[in-house]
């Protein structure tokens, strides 16, 4: 992968990072050098150019830092933008796990995300491993996106403190269309309907922004399903507490499940090399049933003291009855509100079906309509599942064709010549006409298809 391709994939990173991110290597992609130390300055740090190991404390606990922006090598990616490399990084957690002297790991996390390559088997390999030696995540600063789809794969996730950055689960993909300076144009010439359909040759049009966003949406979906793995609960509680992109602070995360609660570093290595037990075990979410009062400034969400670390315990039973709504109960008391949301929801479905028809359609090629209508009225199948139906569909077509040129044993040609017309003669046709040449003029049959004009 060349480093146009990395940038132009998709990235689960928060979207200023990914411009910042950009405008450093459009300097790069122009052929310029990069000055290091400019960007040094204006990034107020030293760049990170190694990987960093994990480092063993006292009590057999190893900690492994992830921190800027994540890419699936090291290479000059990682030299410019000071970050990690998802290769590196999941060699390091097999390791540490493998290692004798570790009883369990602690991966310290302050990233804002990256690429979305390499981000899904390093997040497996975390879950994996966790199930053989304890493995926490905790976040000092930011952990974001990617960051947190990796984090979120351990058997613990934890904040340092009430002002840590989590969540920003959600993807992004950019296109850039700048017309070339000098005024010249740029022409490409592709085979295969979604070759090039995003070049940056020309602008997005209708088709191909919908080619982009289906990718996105995909990653996205395999984003939203790791995590509810990874936090015990279903795919649509991470789209309704967790997934809508927006960035949690401290005790937001917890009361959305981001979080198990707070500890830093050093707490969590001092009870997990006391109890490696107490985190051998993978934590489920636990969504707070309404947001906290908003606490002064300064002040723990819980009320207590910032050195003592605060776990997530789950809401205590209630001792007042509850009542089970089912649809009968709401048939019962609210027929007026069952009614609109039987009303809504048919109105949404008839919307989704009429969405999912159309987008069928418009794959449509000529010589496959009826396979398009079959498709349309099937009731399940997109538009991109369509596109590739009916790709597959015109390449065992021409397969067909091909073989039938090549096997079939024409009927000699008629004495008499054929009034002339206009529609194209068939392969068979002209194999035909090529024997009956060959054989007249004593030449080979590929000889007689130049002639003719066929090959």
């Not at 970050?83 to 996390?109: C, H, M, N, W």
């Not at 996106?145 to 009430?162: K, Q, R």
């Not at 949301?341 to 069928?360: F, L, P, T």
Request: charged share 20%; glycine share 8%; proline share 5%.
């Amino acid at each position: 992968m060349t480093l146009l391709d990395l940038l132009r994939s998709a990235w689960a990173i928060q979207p200023e990072r990914l411009l910042e991110i950009q405008s450093i290597y459009d300097t790069h992609l122009r052929g310029e050098k990069i000055d290091i130390p400019a960007i040094e300055a204006r990034l107020g740090r030293p760049l990170a150019s190694e990987q960093q190991e994990y480092r063993i404390r006292e009590g057999g606990v190893a900690v492994l830092s992830v921190e800027g922006v994540l890419a699936p090598k090291a290479n000059l990616f990682m030299r410019v933008s000071g970050g990690a490399s998802t290769q590196l990084l999941t060699k390091q957690v097999e390791s540490a796990i493998a290692d004798p002297r570790v009883r369990g790991l602690i991966l310290q996390v302050d990233s804002g995300g990256g690429s979305a390559l390499g981000v899904p088997e390093l997040a497996d390999t975390i879950r994996e491993l966790a199930a053989v030696k304890p493995i926490v995540t905790v976040t000092d600063g930011v952990m974001a996106s990617g960051a947190y789809w990796l984090g979120s794969a351990a058997n613990a996730v934890f904040g340092s403190g009430t002002t840590v950055q989590v969540g920003s689960i959600g993807v992004v993909m950019t296109h850039n269309y700048t017309p070339n300076a000098s005024g010249a144009q740029t022409t490409e010439i592709t085979a295969g309907r979604y070759k090039r359909m995003a070049t940056t040759a020309k602008p997005l049009d209708e088709e191909a922004t919908a080619y982009l966003q289906q990718m996105v949406d995909h990653i996205y979906g395999v984003f939203v399903d790791a995590v509810a793995q990874h936090r015990g609960v279903s795919a649509e509680a991470v789209l309704e507490h967790m997934a809508d992109g927006r960035v949690f602070i401290g005790q937001q995360a917890v009361d959305a499940g981001l979080l198990d609660g707070f500890m830093t570093v050093d707490q969590v290595a001092e009870r997990m090399a006391a109890n490696p037990a107490e985190f051998a075990t993978r934590r489920k979410a636990q969504v707070a049933a309404s947001a906290p009062a908003k606490k002064p400034a300064g002040a723990r969400a819980d009320g207590t003291s910032p050195t003592e670390p605060v776990l997530l315990t789950p809401p205590a039973t209630p001792t007042t009855k509850e009542t089970t709504m089912d649809l009968k109960t709401l048939a019962e008391q609210h027929p007026d509100l069952l009614a609109t949301i039987q009303a809504d929801a048919r109105a949404a479905g008839a919307k989704a079906e009429q969405d999912r028809v159309a987008a069928v359609r418009a794959q449509s090629m000529k010589g496959h309509e009826a396979l398009i209508e079959r498709l349309a009225a099937d009731g399940k199948t997109t538009g991109p599942e369509a596109a590739m139906a009916v790709l597959a569909a015109e390449r065992a077509a021409q397969e067909a064709a091909g073989k039938a040129f090549v096997e079939t044993d024409a009927p000699e040609p008629a004495k008499t010549s054929a009034a002339p017309s206009d529609k194209p003669k068939t392969k068979a046709e002209q194999a035909a006409e090529a024997k009956a040449f060959a054989a007249e003029h004593k030449v080979d049959f590929i000889t007689a298809m130049k002639k003719l004009g066929f090959a």
